[in-house]
């Protein structure tokens, strides 16, 4: 009997895939979505002929990256939480500027240190108003940085620098001496009584004023009296735009004399004379030493370093006596002088109070 041999034919060998087709397989492959990670089965139950299919080395670089990645994990760090939340990255400061919480350092942020434009004010540089001005208009510097905040607390031994324009700003203020007469009110109008500042006009200046200033209407803005003189006294009253001026006259540890001439009616004896010296007590307050002596028969001299209201009148009343003239005729070393009643003169450059 004769064997029988089966031989393939050509047409039933596969054929190869093709480069193009080849090309699309490896294209859907890598669009295909991932299937989720399948936990290993225990290694117990795997059939010894099982082996875990070994992968391409670049490829499993790749899965460990990505499985490495904390994004990929699901454990996004914060600065990637918040952009993801649509909160935009914080701006880079300017080359060469400074952060806003950086302009006063860290000494200078103790709660126990005074503010800036009062630190200024004890120093002498102008008053706390204009300190507020200086710092809001950027012409205030704390160790060499520019600080334009009100309200930011400062070391003493901090360094406080003035740029030019607020000392320009400084020097084109003015003081005002008037000799006030009787019947005004050194201050705002009150109870029908006229402020002694509506005499500050330019034709009520005084002809025989040594200062060469030249008036301007900027110089009746915030104009203000530093001290108080009664309604019914006389004398040397003092107007200033300056706040170191202000500061000095009417500061509470103002130190400055205020020399008053006072008509009076009563008798003094020595120790009425003693108690207007030194002794006496107004609202609970006992009063500063005081130099006071007869300037003639019916007129006491008076010389205070300090100004409680109508504080002559008050003594004179505790001693017997009754005022029926006072005069201001001298505050610091600045004089009345010649200075006719009801008008004003501009202080000189030479004087000081």
């Known amino acids: 009997m004769a064997r029988l041999t089966l031989k393939p034919t050509p047409n039933a060998t596969p054929k190869a895939p093709s480069m193009r087709a080849k090309r699309a397989l490896a294209q859907s492959q890598r ?59 914080p701006a880079a400061p300017a080359r060469g500027a400074r952060p806003a919480d950086a302009l006063v350092s860290s ?4 709660s126990d240190h005074p503010r800036l434009s009062k630190r200024m004010g004890e120093l002498g540089l102008c008053s706390r108003r204009e300190a507020d001005e200086w710092i809001v208009n950027g012409w205030v510097k704390v160790d060499g940085a520019v600080v334009d905040v009100l309200g930011v607390r400062v070391s003493p031994l901090a360094t406080i620098e003035i740029a ?45 004023d040594p200062s ?19 309604i019914d006294s006389t004398g040397l009253i003092v107007f200033t735009q300056d706040g170191r001026v202000a500061k000095r006259l009417i500061g509470s540890d103002s130190e400055v004399e205020k020399e008053y001439l006072v008509r009076v009616e009563g008798t003094l004896d020595a120790e009425g004379m003693k108690l207007l010296q030194h002794g006496l007590t107004l609202d609970g307050v006992k009063l500063k030493p005081a130099r006071v002596s007869w300037q003639n028969e019916d007129q006491l ?32 070393s600045v004089s009345l002088g010649p200075l006719p009643v009801g008008k004003w003169r501009y202080l000189r450059s030479d004087e000081r109070f």
């Not at 939480?81 to 649509?86: E, F, I, T």
């Not at 000494?107 to 103790?110: D, E, K, P």
Request: charged letters at 25%; glycine letters at 8%; one cysteine or more.
């Open 31 to 89: 669009h295909r979505p991932r299937a989720p990670p399948v936990a290993p089965a225990d290694s117990s139950r795997r059939a010894p002929s099982e082996a875990p299919a070994q992968s391409h080395p670049a490829h499993a670089r790749k899965r460990s990256a990505a499985s490495a990645s904390p994004v990929a994990s699901g454990e996004v760090p914060d600065r990637v939480r918040r952009r993801s939340a649509g909160a935009a990255a």
């Open 107 to 110: 000494r200078h942020a103790n």
């Open 164 to 208: 030019d324009a607020a000392a320009r700003h400084q020097s084109e203020q003015v003081t005002i001496v008037l000799n006030k007469p009787i019947g005004y009110v050194s201050g705002q109008a009150e109870d029908g009584h006229t402020p002694a500042s509506v005499l500050i006009t330019p034709e009520n200046r005084w002809a025989g």
């Open 212 to 230: 060469r200033t030249t008036f301007r209407p900027a110089h009746l803005r915030g104009l203000a009296p530093a001290g108080r003189l009664d």
């Open 301 to 332: 001299r008076f010389v205070l370093r300090e100004g409680r209201k109508r504080q002559i009148r008050r003594m004179c009343e505790l001693v017997g006596l009754v005022v029926t003239g006072l005069k201001r005729v001298r505050s610091g």
